[in-house]
């Protein structure tokens, strides 16, 4: 098991039972879900929700290789005006949102964990590294190393949202072997075939560039999930303390 395999594993247990009783209650009562339980029990329910939420995201983004790897492109986009460079692009750049957004995840699981009461609209790493009594853990460390991997990520993800001109290295590269056109320019058997064979090369390479980025992600959630266990078992403790 992984790192954050072993700290889902330990989550569940705890919360599995909790969940479902709560959920059954909620049905049962019409009671708001979060709402039910002692506080420790709400606890580890947000814990939980906040961890799934990662977990998700990064499921999803998995399926990158899926959408890249449909060839040919289905015919309905083309003829809704849906070019093949199209189709590449909102993956691709759909792909570098959700991974940064994976960032901004764990701020809010990390802001949950520990209490902090950052409000959610100015929880951001910063936010967090700059805490005085979290500034000189190991868990900063980790965080930091998140955010350093990828800078250039969330810069992209800004440039995508907010400016529209990013444009990758892989989508230009995946365009330089499109076939463009209405047909009237004949390319030849040769070169279209070398053509469609360049597209299937860069393709594969911008699905093992996009897959290096996902494990890289779940590489430092582990490290940072490690980090934060601690926590969470003194923040269960306190609540059993009080509840006595």
């Known amino acids: 098991m992984n790192k954050t395999d ?71 986009y083309l003829e809704n005006g849906i070019s093949e460079i199209e189709y590449y692009r909102h993956h691709i750049e759909s792909f570098h949102i959700k ?11 990390l802001n949950h964990t520990l209490r902090l009461g950052i409000p959610k609209r100015k929880c951001n790493v910063y936010s967090i590294t700059e805490n005085t009594i979290l500034k000189e853990s ?16 969330k810069s992209n993800r800004n440039k995508i949202i907010h400016q529209g001109d990013f444009e990758s290295e892989s989508i230009k590269d995946i365009d330089s072997t499109l076939i463009n056109g209405d047909g009237l320019f004949d390319f030849g058997e040769v070169l279209t075939e070398y053509l469609k064979n360049e597209k299937k090369e860069k393709i594969l390479k911008t699905i093992e560039n996009l897959n290096e980025q996902i494990s890289k992600i779940e590489f430092h959630l582990g490290e940072i999930l490690e980090q934060l266990t601690p926590y969470i078992q003194e923040k269960i403790s306190h609540f059993e303390i009080n509840e006595k």
């Open 99 to 109: 991974c940064a957004s994976i960032i901004d995840y764990i701020t809010l699981l």
């Open 6 to 76: 072993i700290f889902a594993a330990a989550l569940v247990d705890d919360v599995a039972k909790i969940y479902s009783a709560h959920m059954k209650i909620a049905i049962d009562t019409q009671q708001e879900f979060a709402n039910i339980g002692s506080d420790k029990e709400k606890y580890l329910k947000e814990v939980f929700v906040n961890y799934m939420t990662i977990k998700n995201a990064i499921d999803n983004l998995k399926f990158i290789e899926t959408y890249l790897s449909i060839d040919p492109i289905p015919e309905h």
């Open 138 to 153: 190991e868990l900063i460390t980790k965080l930091k190393a998140l955010e350093n991997e990828f800078k250039e990520l």
